[in-house]
């Protein structure tokens, strides 16, 4: 038995009772398969970063259990054939840290677990936010054609190695090229 | 030209192992406006975790959580 991770995409114009439905019949499939479920995190209606068959919203459902490694590849091809799920994956769960993920629960359980992650993802932003604050001190000072450099990566070039510098102007030069097309 | 800042991974620092590609907001950190992985010479990652970074964000764009590229491109 190994621990897995499934996270699938159901389409986002179904209403609550055909999500329910798929998410039951999957997580039947899968007991049947000999799968045991340690939690299934309904993490809820979300913008897909890109549409996908015309689709801009998707429920996301994650599904850990352990199971066979033979378990995987029927579950997988029976997710296949139905056209309301979007996008599925499994990867191995390396278990070492809790998911710090939204969970909605199921429908009518009242169940709204927020362990939200912003917590522990604050240092990255307050990182991120103090380097942005430097480099357009600097940057301003030296040079002026940083008009079109907003991000934070073309900004940290102006600062740095001769060499970065170089690969920083290729950089932009694609940008342009890009645009010309 | 000013050599100020030595830059140093923020998972090491952090002692951060949690390379989950649920964590849509962290790897907004690594990727630029286009949507791109931004390399490790600009961000200061290390090799190791520059690896496992590249992966979460991959996956995370096969799930939609995280863009290929952006909008305003397409």
Known sequence: MKKYDTTFVIDGTLDQNQREEIIEKYEKSLKKLGGEFDRIIRWGMRKLAYEIKKRTHGYYVIFYYSAEPSAIKPFEAEMKLNENILRFMTILFDGKHPENIRDEGAPGSEKIVTVDSTEDIQPFEDDSLEIDDDIDMESVDDESDSDETESLNEDEIDDDDEESELSGDDETEDIQDKEDK | ?74
Not at chain 2, 45 to 68: E, G, N
């Open chain 2, 1 to 74: 030209m000013l050599r100020t800042k030595i830059k140093v991974c923020k998972f090491c620092v952090n002692k951060d192992e949690d390379f989950n590609y649920k964590h849509e907001r962290k790897w907004r950190m690594f990727i630029n406006e286009r949507g791109k992985i931004i390399p490790r010479r600009m961000t200061g990652t290390c090799a190791k975790h520059q690896r496992k970074l590249t992966t979460s964000i991959k996956r995370a764009r096969y799930l939609a959580i995280l863009p290929f590229t952006s909008e305003m491109i397409r």
